[in-house]
């Protein structure tokens, strides 16, 4: 395992993570691997990491793809989340990163984090991971990482 990910937050050494949009809605919306990853965000099990753009993306998305009745639930547990997370100020931009520039600001948010991308999409980043270094993990192998004991 890549040690660079884990520092110390709340308390004793954890996980640094960005979560990919798909990974936030899918877990807002399902139960599953993703849902499983939004309980241990709210249990502060892993330290979630947000850039500004990352979190209005949130949002953004949940507005978009959500009835009114789901869409107000759902924005006041993106609210509740964002009050766990560490805020990234992006001072670099790596762009163009990904193929898909709506990936861009995802990638900034994980280089300038120095933490590792949870995604569904892991095709899309496969290429940025390898260019700039950092570690992608599905939602499950993501929960796996959870498992491991933490130094």
């Known amino acids: 395992m890549q040690t660079r990910h884990r520092i110390r937050c709340y308390s004793g050494a954890v996980l640094r993570a960005v979560v990919d949009t798909n990974v936030l809605f899918t877990g807002l919306s399902r139960r599953g691997p993703e849902g499983a990853i939004i309980d241990s965000w709210v249990k502060r099990q892993f330290c979630p990491c947000v850039s500004t753009a990352l ?5 953004d998305v ?3 793809k959500l009835g009114a009745v789901k869409r107000e639930t759902a924005l006041k547990a993106l609210q509740a989340l964002l009050a766990r997370c560490e805020f990234v ?15 861009d600001l995802v990638v900034d948010c994980v280089l300038n984090s120095r933490s590792l991308l949870i995604t569904s999409n892991v095709r899309d980043f496969r290429e940025a991971a390898a260019d700039w270094d950092f570690r992608l993990c599905e939602p499950s192998e993501f929960l796996e990482l959870l498992k491991e004991p933490q130094s």
């Not at 163009?96 to 520039?101: K, L, M, N, V, W």
């Open 55 to 59: 979190a209005l993306e949130y949002e």
């Open 62 to 64: 949940l507005i978009r």
């Open 89 to 103: 100020p992006i001072r670099f931009t790596y762009r163009p990163a990904s193929p898909d520039p709506g990936d």
